[in-house]
């Protein structure tokens, strides 16, 4: 198992840009496939970004694709994503969440994931 906290969400304006990071603590984080995920109120929680453990390969949401950036640093135990080009619709609570995996495949789905954060809000204003 691998503890998750997430930090970095605030209120921004349309077209404004954050960084959200995600510090790991735990098993060996080097070893876990990460993710991004959001729940906008009233919707379900959707997948945003997905890094493989070495960090080679990622994989993005249409809705993201262009805007956001997701990367990590296994030395320091942490995940980010950057986020670009920030729009109202990308208002919602972020979360991080880890999957023990280390081959190709990028999980999309949460109940792909075993260990989540305990969010943090991205508030985007027009």
């Known amino acids: 198992q691998v503890q998750l906290v997430e930090s970095g969400g605030g209120l921004v304006q349309a077209g404004g840009s954050l960084r959200l990071s995600c510090a790991a603590s735990?098993?060996?984080?080097?070893?876990?496939?990460m993710g991004w995920f959001r729940q906008a109120p009233g919707k379900e929680r959707e997948f945003v970004a997905g890094?493989?453990?070495?960090?080679?390969?990622?994989y993005y949401a249409d809705s993201v694709k262009g805007r956001f950036t997701i990367s990590r640093d296994n030395a320091k135990n942490m995940v980010f994503l950057q986020m670009n080009s920030l729009k109202p619709e990308d208002t919602a609570v972020y979360f991080c969440?880890?999957?023990?995996?280390?081959?190709?495949?990028?999980?999309?789905?949460?109940?792909?994931?075993?260990?989540w954060g305990q969010g943090t809000q991205v508030t985007v204003s027009s």
């Open positions: 735990g098993r060996t984080f080097e070893y876990y496939a």
């Open positions: 969440a880890a999957r023990q995996y280390s081959g190709n495949y990028i999980a999309t789905q949460d109940y792909e994931y075993k260990d």
């Open positions: 890094i493989r453990w070495s960090g080679g390969r990622t």
